[in-house]
C-alpha cells in the first residue's frame, strides 16, 4: 500500500516570495512521484514528475522537486511566486509496476497575497 | 488537438436515482481513469480501464461500475445514489496503461445528490 501526506492544507504567501509545499510519502516499494496543480474550477494539470534519474525535477513555469529517497520526501518549491501561481497543489504517488493509480495526498491551496 | 471532455459538466440526482457520466479521452489515448474529489475525502481512485478491460480498481462499492468502448470512450455508472456520493468526478487520459504515460485530466462533472 502507498500512502502521501500532505501537512500543510493552506499556504499564504507574499508575492515574489519563495514557497515550498511539503510532501511526505509511504510505501514498501520503490516510486513515481507527481505533482498535479488545479486551478479554480478547472481540472488537474500535471506541473512535474519523478520516474528515475536526476532526483531535481522542474517545470516549465519556475517550479522545482528533489526526490529525496532517505527522508521520502518530494517537496516542491518555487524561488518567487506570481499571483498567477495561486492554486491547489496535490502530492500523488504511483508503485512502479503499477498502472495508472495514483494515490493523491489531500492538497495545499496555494494563496499569493499581493 | 481536443483534450479530455467530460459530460454532463453539472448534474443533480436525488437519493436512490442512479447516474451515468461519460468520458472521452484525448484522440490516440487508451488508457482511461477515473477519480472522485471531495472535500471530505481528497481525490480517490476509482477505476482504470485499457482498451476495454478494467486494470485497476479502487476501494469503492459495487454501486461504482464502468466499462469502455473501443474507441477508447468511457463511461461510468452509479447506482442507488448516495447523499456521500455528491462529489467531483474526474476523468484522465493517458497513451498507454504504465505510469510513465503522463495522464492528462478533463474539466470533471460535478455531481450533486439530493
Known amino acids: 500500500a502507498q500512502s502521501v501526506t500532505q501537512l500543510d492544507s493552506q499556504v499564504p504567501v507574499f508575492e515574489e516570495a519563495p514557497v515550498e509545499l511539503r510532501c511526505n510519502y509511504s510505501?514498501?516499494?520503490?516510486?513515481?512521484l507527481f505533482w498535479y496543480v488545479q486551478y479554480p474550477n478547472q481540472g488537474l494539470q500535471l506541473l512535474l514528475k519523478?520516474?528515475?534519474?536526476?532526483?531535481l525535477v522542474k517545470s516549465i513555469n519556475g517550479f522545482e522537486a528533489e526526490f529525496n529517497k532517505s527522508q521520502t520526501s518530494f517537496h516542491l518549491r518555487k524561488p518567487s511566486v506570481h499571483i498567477s501561481d495561486t492554486a491547489e497543489y496535490f502530492c500523488?504517488?504511483?508503485?512502479?509496476?503499477?498502472?495508472?493509480?495514483?494515490?493523491f495526498g489531500t492538497g495545499t491551496k496555494l494563496q499569493v497575497i499581493p | 488537438k481536443a483534450g479530455v471532455t467530460q459530460t454532463p459538466r453539472y448534474l443533480i440526482k436525488t437519493r436512490g436515482q442512479q447516474v451515468t457520466l461519460s468520458c472521452s479521452p484525448i484522440s490516440g489515448h487508451r488508457s482511461v481513469s477515473w477519480y472522485q474529489q471531495t472535500p471530505g475525502q481528497g481525490l480517490q481512485f476509482l477505476f482504470e480501464?485499457?482498451?476495454?478491460?478494467?486494470?485497476n480498481k479502487g476501494n469503492f462499492p459495487g454501486r461504482f461500475s464502468g466499462r469502455q468502448f473501443s474507441n477508447s470512450r468511457s463511461e461510468m455508472n452509479v447506482s442507488t445514489l448516495e447523499l456521500g456520493d455528491s462529489a467531483l468526478y474526474l476523468c484522465?487520459?493517458?497513451?498507454?496503461?504504465?505510469?510513465?504515460?503522463?495522464?492528462?485530466f478533463g474539466p470533471g462533472t460535478r455531481l450533486l445528490v439530493l
Open positions: 500523488a504517488v504511483s508503485s512502479f509496476g503499477g498502472y495508472q493509480k495514483v494515490t
Open positions: 480501464y485499457f482498451s476495454e478491460t478494467q486494470r
Open positions: 510505501s514498501s516499494v520503490s516510486v513515481y
Open positions: 519523478y520516474l528515475s534519474g536526476s532526483t
Open positions: 484522465a487520459s493517458s497513451l498507454a496503461e504504465a505510469i510513465q504515460e503522463t495522464q492528462y
